[in-house]
């Protein structure tokens, strides 16, 4: 199956029947997700994959009651840095340095080029770039869980800061940004698996752009 099929088999699982994801096609997702690529490397995030039943069931209470939190196999939760400091931002260049063999020193100038932008847009801004970052890894973790057949909720319906106090996150310096049950859909009882996959038009959706196009709609402004 090529992405685009599997992008088109996936859907937003309402409802699973608590069936086992297989530990290769757990990593694989969490591979993939590894794999995306962040803003200047940092990736300022982390998952937390949760089977623990008793845990599982608190976290339903702090998502709306979604069945999916229960009925998945393994629940992933994204957290992000709550804000950029320099030491971890240090400590990840220094971990690329090492891993390619070069001076610690070798990206110094761009690292404090970065460390001085950062600073002048403060905490609230930080911690909102860092959540942006999480959701690429997230986004991969879905076409990887397509891909192996493993169906996926995308979740926003839940208290972070229940969920932050819940996990220990608060005070560790991670905010939980977005979670994703995996599982499978429960065939009979899931009122979405045989709804059409609606999205906007293709026209309403890509525009083609020229260089007159754009000047031609900053004049009409
Ligand atoms: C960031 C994000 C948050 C979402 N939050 C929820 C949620 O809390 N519960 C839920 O059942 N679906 C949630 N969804 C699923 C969307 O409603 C769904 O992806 C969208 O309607 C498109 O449908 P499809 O994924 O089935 O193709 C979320 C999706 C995204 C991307």
Redesign the pocket.
């Known amino acids: 199956m090529s992405l685009i099929e599997n992008l088109e088999w ?3 699982t ?1 409802k699973m029947n608590g069936a086992k994801v297989p530990q290769e096609k757990l990593d694989y997702i969490l591979e993939a997700a590894r794999l995306a690529p962040s803003s200047s490397g940092l990736q300022p995030y982390k998952i937390i994959v949760i089977s623990d039943r008793v845990l599982l069931e608190k976290i339903k209470v702090i ?2 009651n ?1 069945s ?1 939190i229960t009925d998945c196999s393994h629940l992933l939760v994204f957290a992000a840095w709550d804000q950029y400091t320099r030491e971890r931002v240090s400590k990840v260049f220094n971990y690329i340095m090492h891993e390619r063999s070069l001076p610690p020193t070798a990206m110094s100038d761009y690292k404090e080029s970065i460390l001085n932008l950062y600073a002048t847009e403060g905490k609230e801004w930080e911690a909102h770039h860092a959540a942006k970052q999480s ?1 690429i890894s ?1 986004a991969m973790a879905i076409a990887a869980a397509a891909e192996q057949k493993v169906d996926a ?6 208290d972070s800061t229940a969920m932050d106090e819940l996990l220990q996150l608060k005070g560790c310096g991670y905010k939980s940004t ?1 979670i994703l049950p995996l599982g499978y859909r429960d065939e009979d009882e899931d009122w ?1 698996l045989n709804m059409k ?1 609606v999205r906007a038009p293709k026209p309403d959706f890509i525009t083609e752009m020229t260089l007159a196009d754009a000047v031609n709609l900053t004049d009409a402004r």
């Open positions: 996936r859907y937003a309402k998502a709306n979604q999916q959701y997230f909720t995308p979740m926003e319906g839940f977005v979405l996959k």
